[in-house]
């Protein structure tokens, strides 16, 4: 018979053994390819790729596609082809669901080919909406930008003489990621900064920041600085920068800018290829 002294230290091991198992589960993961290109495992085992452009120049692991496992939900901010990246070709590979705007959702399945029942109602919304992901633990926010949101060849035909060549393909979006017993990341997308990101703290406490600095075609160093400190991230990682000379933003003027904000401590500098865990 097992002494009631020693029950309870068994007990407390393995409500220990259980305390540490839970924390260890807790993990996040995040791997960025390059460009607004990542993908996240969350702690229930999900797997999400925003803006998949896994063969963006950046990247240095050529085999990228080939090595995605378990891919439950491709979200896509809007429609240029260094965001809708290689989803097509992911999702007949993986099943993955799309979650993007409805508009973009319908031009990708007709003009795109990507697989009808992987893009239905249930995963396409619109901005202020919010998303349940229950294969990957998550839900997502879908939150606005300041862009575009154009299909372009090569992706689509050529059009016909006379007719237009860019498709308008929904709203351009960010996404604010809840996930379970993980962080809550905010995808600024392709944006300017815009006061509204004041709102998106109201909702959503966010743990880390995916933030576009590259300039030309969106904020720059100084710009997401300001939308850095609107948002109220504890962690930001620049993005969007880089892979072409025409995005000349760098992590060193974003820290400088972040620093005369007092906020260059939250800044992470990640590389396409590295993986952090939350
Ligand atoms: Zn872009």
């Known amino acids: 018979m097992l002494h009631l002294g020693k029950l309870r230290t068994v007990l407390l091991a393995l409500a220990m053994l259980a305390v540490t198992a839970s924390v260890a589960q807790a993990a996040t993961k995040l791997h960025w390819y390059g460009q607004a290109a990542f993908r996240i495992e969350t702690p229930s085992g999900g797997v999400i790729l925003i803006d998949p452009w896994l063969t963006v120049p950046t990247n240095p692991d050529k085999e990228s596609i080939a090595k995605l496992g378990r891919v439950d939900y491709i979200l896509i901010t809007h429609g240029h082809g260094d965001h809708v990246g290689n989803a097509v070709e992911i999702a007949k590979k993986t099943g993955a669901l799309l979650v993007t705007s409805y508009g973009l959702q319908y031009n990708m399945k007709s003009m ?3 697989p009808e029942n992987q893009a239905t109602a249930a995963t396409g919304g619109n901005v202020g909406g919010t998303i349940d992901l229950p294969k990957a633990g998550a839900k997502v926010t879908i939150v606005n930008a300041i862009h575009a949101s154009e299909l372009t060849p090569p992706m689509i035909p050529a059009p016909a003489p006379g007719q237009p060549s860019a498709v308008t393909s929904g709203n351009p979006v960010g996404f604010v990621l809840q996930i379970t017993d993980g962080p809550t ?16 703290p109201e909702f959503n406490k966010i743990d880390l ?16 600085a300001q939308a850095v400190e609107w948002v109220q991230p504890k962690q930001v990682i620049p993005m969007h920068f880089g892979t072409y000379p025409i995005l000349a933003g760098t992590p060193a003027q974003f820290k400088t800018a972040l620093d005369k904000r007092g906020l260059g401590a939250r800044m992470i500098e990640m590389k396409p290829g590295e993986d952090r865990v939350f």
């Open 185 to 200: 990341i905010y995808h600024t997308g392709d944006t300017d900064v815009f006061s509204d990101m004041k709102l998106i």
């Open 112 to 114: 795109l080919g990507y």
């Open 209 to 224: 920041m995916l933030a576009c600095i590259g300039g030309h075609f969106t904020m720059d160093p100084v710009r997401a």
